[in-house]
């Protein structure tokens, strides 16, 4: 039995409803779950989608979220940059789903979607990235809700409101308060190793062939999770650009003692298998580096997994937070 139609009815007669109940009274109990209605609220607009759907497609930054948070999903894009986040039951659960898109919204394949028969569509891109996609032809398959990052620490409530459309914002509340309680449990332990430091952090995403390295700030991809056990990143970007940017730029290699000068720590980036990325070993190669006075004083530190963007890999995130920063304890 499809599941589509009858939300379609119900949201045809009644979309002004935050809550209502579409026709019929079958004993199909899949049918009966996906039959009930809600209104919510997406950077598309407000969108009439079933309570709890049984057939989601999720793309972007929504993939990571509703694997773990267990929503039913009948498929999604592709997520090769948080493969190395998942744990393996959560790679398996990947694996195993219909891929229904590559890693760029250009690659959607429509078909795919279609023959997927979904109940609810959950695109998790940026919204200057919807432009690449046909959102007329997705929504004549299935309600559609726009749910994507703005800044890099939005990733909390981002990942929110992805469960909540899904039908799955109590398992997205456990995974919640098990990081809180992690990122409570170094703050503490870290409290005196980290009272007054000034802390710098140096990105991925840095462009070798222009000389530049990526100095992040508080808010950042590299910074964001590890404020929440304390950390202080000082500083700000010299002009705000939208997005990451507003927590972000690239300066020129030649700056790094303007830049990091004043930092009492910095930390960096690192690759899933520990070791630099490009950018940020051609940053570590340089003698400007090497003479920054945190660097002279053995206060930088490397950290894995730091685009984490849910809360069970920024769990794994805090982790190597914790093995990076054990140094400072003996200070």
């Given at each position: 039995m499809h599941t589509r139609k009858p939300w379609r009815l119900a949201a045809a007669v009644a979309a002004s409803l935050v809550l209502a109940t579409a026709c019929g009274s079958g004993s199909d109990s899949e049918s009966g779950a996906s039959a009930e209605i809600r209104v919510f609220e997406a950077d598309n607009g407000k969108v009439t989608i079933p309570v709890d759907p049984q057939r989601v497609i999720a793309t972007g930054y929504a993939v990571p979220v509703l694997i773990e948070a267990g929503a039913k999903l009948a498929g999604i894009s592709s997520w090769k940059r948080g493969?190395?986040?998942?744990?393996?039951?959560?790679?398996?659960?990947?694996?195993?789903?219909?891929?229904?898109?590559?890693?760029?919204?250009?690659?959607?394949?429509?078909?795919?979607?279609?023959?997927?028969?979904?109940?609810?569509?959950?695109?998790?891109?940026?919204?200057?990235?919807?432009?690449?996609?046909?959102?007329?032809?997705?929504?004549?398959?299935?309600?559609?809700?726009?749910?994507?990052?703005?800044l890099p620490s939005a990733w909390r409530e981002l990942s929110f409101r992805q469960s909540d459309a899904a039908g799955r914002a109590g398992e997205h509340a456990k995974a919640k308060a098990a990081y809180e309680k992690r990122a409570g449990e170094l703050k503490t332990k870290y409290e005196d190793a980290l009272a007054g430091l000034k802390f710098g952090h140096v990105g991925e995403y840095g462009d070798v062939s222009a000389?530049?390295?990526?100095?992040?700030?508080?808010?950042?991809?590299?910074?964001?999770?590890?404020?929440?056990?304390?950390?202080?990143?000082?500083?700000?970007?010299?002009?705000?650009?939208?997005?990451?940017?507003?927590?972000?730029?690239?300066?020129?290699?030649?700056?790094?003692?303007?830049?990091?000068?004043?930092?009492?720590?910095?930390?960096?980036?690192?690759?899933?298998?520990?070791?630099?990325?490009?950018?940020?070993k051609y940053a570590l190669d340089s003698e400007l580096w090497k003479n920054l006075p945190a660097v002279k004083d053995g206060n930088a530190f490397g950290l894995r997994y730091t685009e984490a963007a849910t809360y069970e890999s920024a769990t794994r995130t805090l982790d190597e937070i914790d093995k990076a920063l054990a140094p400072l304890l003996e200070k």
């Open positions: 493969l190395s986040l998942m744990t393996a039951e959560d790679r398996k659960t990947y694996d195993d789903l219909n891929k229904i898109a590559g890693d760029t919204a250009a690659e959607t394949n429509y078909e795919a979607i279609a023959k997927a028969d979904p109940d609810l569509i959950v695109i998790g891109v940026p919204a200057p990235v919807l432009g690449d996609l046909d959102m007329k032809r997705l929504e004549s398959i299935a309600p559609v809700v726009a749910i994507g990052p703005t000389g530049t390295f990526m100095r992040e700030f508080g808010g950042s991809w590299g910074t964001n999770i590890a404020q929440d056990i304390g950390v202080t990143y000082y500083g700000e970007v010299k002009k705000k650009g939208g997005g990451s940017k507003d927590v972000s730029e690239t300066p020129s290699v030649e700056e790094l003692p303007e830049s990091l000068g004043e930092a009492d720590a910095i930390t960096y980036s690192l690759e899933p298998d520990g070791k630099p990325g490009e950018s940020v």
